[in-house]
């Protein structure tokens, strides 16, 4: 099976950017689909995007459409989320998930069966 690290969290200020990384052993990453998900503090886990197997098909968030985009390097084994114009409210720990299958529906956490541990966010305004 795979194992997901993720790496690329810290502290911004409002307006900034931050690349987060998703990288895979145990298993080649093109296996599976892909996802990022996010948690606040007292809060449930969040759907923010999601990818196939080849990079043709992705899927955003409403909350983070145009300010966040996925991508994939299968040759490095990484799934990456850029993440531009940042908003304090967009502070949570955030997680690489993968599936075998298509993920249906594809923002339901259930429908991954591989996370990683999370990376921290953090947002100043």
């Known amino acids: 099976q795979v194992q997901l690290v993720e790496s690329g969290g810290g502290l911004v200020q409002a307006g900034g950017s931050l690349r987060l990384s998703c990288a895979a052993s145990?298993?080649?990453?093109?296996?599976?689909?892909s996802g990022w998900f996010r948690q606040a503090p007292g809060k449930e886990r969040e759907f923010v995007a999601a990818?196939?197997?080849?990079?043709?098909?992705?899927y955003i968030a409403e909350s983070v459409k145009g300010r966040f985009t996925i991508s994939r390097d299968n040759a490095m084994n990484t799934v990456y989320v850029q993440m531009n114009s940042l908003k304090p409210e967009d502070t949570a720990v955030y997680y690489c998930?993968?599936?075998?299958?298509?993920?249906?529906?594809?923002?339901?956490?259930?429908?991954?069966?591989?996370w990683g541990q999370g990376t921290q966010v953090t947002v100043s305004s």
């Open positions: 998930a993968a599936a075998l299958g298509w993920p249906d529906p594809v923002d339901e956490p259930t429908q991954y069966a591989y």
């Open positions: 145990g298993r080649t990453l093109s296996s599976y689909q």
């Open positions: 990818i196939s197997r080849n990079g043709g098909n992705t």
